[in-house]
T-cell receptor, first 112, second 114 residues
């Protein structure tokens, strides 16, 4: 069964720093990986989706990469801002599976 | 606007009183699923549906029922709620299980069972 690990569990950085969030998974048969952001008590907002034919995706200050062979994805946030403070979740999935396993997330706090 | 709509957003109920949380999507998605989120345990899947009339258990199905009679709706039913079902619930949908277009989530339902 798929296991998804996100490291670190929590991270506190000063504003302006570049940072990397890590996601590792055990099932290398996954096709796609989606990164989400969640503010406290709120829903999940999709940030980036890396599809099977891609190795990375970029949106503004965010860049996500996917290495299926090693079972890893990283989310890079450039020039962090206090508004980036949230929990970041990764979701690797693929094939025709319906059972989805999330990582427990990385709680990011960016200090002004 | 393409979205997944959950109702209600907040619900406080008493032990044993049957309740239904509704989930509706307007994107013609085949796949829909339910999750609960608890501190320290993360998001855990309750049930999912690959298409109309097709449902399967996720990781924590005990105490819950679902039905998928039409494509757009996927209600979550708690026949006899208990305090351990107090949680934040999310519904999600996609074009297909394992679909390459990603998953869209609702805004959540905060359920408290007293």
């Amino acid at each position: 069964k798929q296991e998804v690990t996100q490291i670190p569990a929590a991270l506190s950085v000063p504003e302006g720093e570049n940072l990397v969030l890590n996601c590792s998974f055990t099932d290398s048969a996954i096709y796609n990986l989606q990164w989400f952001r969640q503010d406290p008590g709120k829903g999940l907002t999709s940030l980036l989706l890396i599809q099977s034919s891609q190795r990375e995706q970029t949106s503004g200050r965010l860049n996500a990469s996917l290495d299926k062979s090693s079972g890893r994805s990283t989310l890079y946030i450039a020039a962090s801002q206090p508004g980036d403070s949230a929990t970041y979740l990764c979701l690797p999935y693929g094939g025709s599976q319906g059972n989805l396993i999330f990582g427990k997330g990385t709680k990011l706090s960016v200090k002004p | 606007e393409a979205q997944v709509t959950q109702n209600p957003r907040y619900l406080i109920t008493v032990t044993g009183k049957k309740l239904t949380v509704t989930c509706s999507q307007n994107m013609n998605h085949e796949y829909m699923s339910w999750y609960r989120q608890d501190p320290g345990l993360g998001l855990r899947q309750i049930y999912y549906s690959m298409n109309v009339e097709v449902t399967d258990k996720g990781d924590v199905p005990e105490g819950y029922k679902v039905s998928r009679k039409e494509k757009r709706n996927f209600p979550l039913i708690l026949e006899s709620p208990s305090p351990n079902q107090t949680s934040l619930y999310f519904c999600a949908s996609s074009f297909g299980g394992g679909g390459g277009y990603g998953y869209t989530f609702g805004s959540g339902t905060r359920l408290t069972v007293v």
